[in-house]
């Protein structure tokens, strides 16, 4: 089945160190987004990519950036993370031209920044 | 801005009782709004849309209407079940260029035997 994949899962990091989240999706939808979750906070829009070639910040981006591989992949740094960035991270895929904007989910990266 | 409020959790319901979880929105335009569904430890899930006022969505027994008037889209179901047990998110997305998902806090529903 098509899906939306992200690696790792779980991760537990230090204050201060770079971390990569990976994600990647085999549904050929060319609009990926990177959310985050807290509790009480619903999810916030970190950033989002129309194609390879267009990044675009959400709301929450100071302190995180993103690279577009290719169509398929869309990766979220933490240049040099720290402990509020502790929280569930989601990346989720759109093809443009269908339906009214439904997100496919991937099943989350729960990070813990000590 | 845009923004969704939704009732804030959680929810204990015993199972065959009836739900509704509650969800206003502020948008400018027509927006179209979405329910999410997050199983323990999933990510989330589609459950049901309406794109356009008075739209009615449905999906696996839940239901909700697209009410402009009130700015509402509510969320229902007539007989729950344990397995329903899970957290709702109401959603909308924005009618720019960027399609941008607005999310509520989330409903964490309960349902016990």
């Known amino acids: 089945d098509a899906d939306v994949t992200q690696t790792p899962r779980n991760r537990i990091t230090k204050t201060g160190k770079r971390i990569m989240l990976e994600c990647s999706q085999t549904?050929?939808?060319?609009?990926m987004y990177w959310y985050r979750q807290d509790p009480g906070l619903g999810l916030r829009l970190i950033y989002y990519?129309?194609?390879?070639?267009?990044?675009n910040k959400g709301e929450i981006s100071d302190g995180y950036s993103v690279s577009r591989q290719a169509q398929a992949k869309f990766s979220l740094s933490l240049e040099s993370a720290i402990p509020n960035q502790t929280a569930l991270y989601f990346c989720?895929?759109?093809?443009?031209?269908?339906?009214?904007?439904?997100?496919?989910f991937g099943p989350g990266t729960r990070l813990t920044v000590l | 801005g845009d923004s969704v409020t939704q009732m804030e959790g959680p929810v204990t319901l015993s199972e065959e009782a009836f739900l509704t979880i509650n969800c206003t929105y502020t948008?400018?335009?027509?927006?179209?709004l979405f329910w999410y569904v997050q199983y323990p430890g999933e990510g989330l899930q589609l459950l049901l849309k309406?794109?356009?006022?008075?739209d009615k969505g449905s999906n696996k027994g839940f239901e909700a209407t697209y009410r402009k008037e009130t700015t509402s889209f509510h969320l229902e179901k007539g007989s729950v079940q344990v397995s329903d047990s899970a957290v709702y998110f109401c959603?909308?997305?924005?009618?720019?260029?960027?399609?941008?998902?607005?999310f509520g806090t989330g409903t964490q529903l309960k349902v016990e035997l």
């Open positions: 989720a895929t759109r093809k443009t031209g269908t339906g009214h904007n439904e997100q496919f």
């Open positions: 549904k050929g939808h060319d609009r």
């Open positions: 990519s129309f194609d390879v070639k267009d990044i």
């Open positions: 948008a400018t335009g027509y927006p179209s």
């Open positions: 309406a794109t356009k006022a008075d």
């Open positions: 959603a909308l997305s924005d009618t720019g260029g960027g399609n941008k998902l607005t």
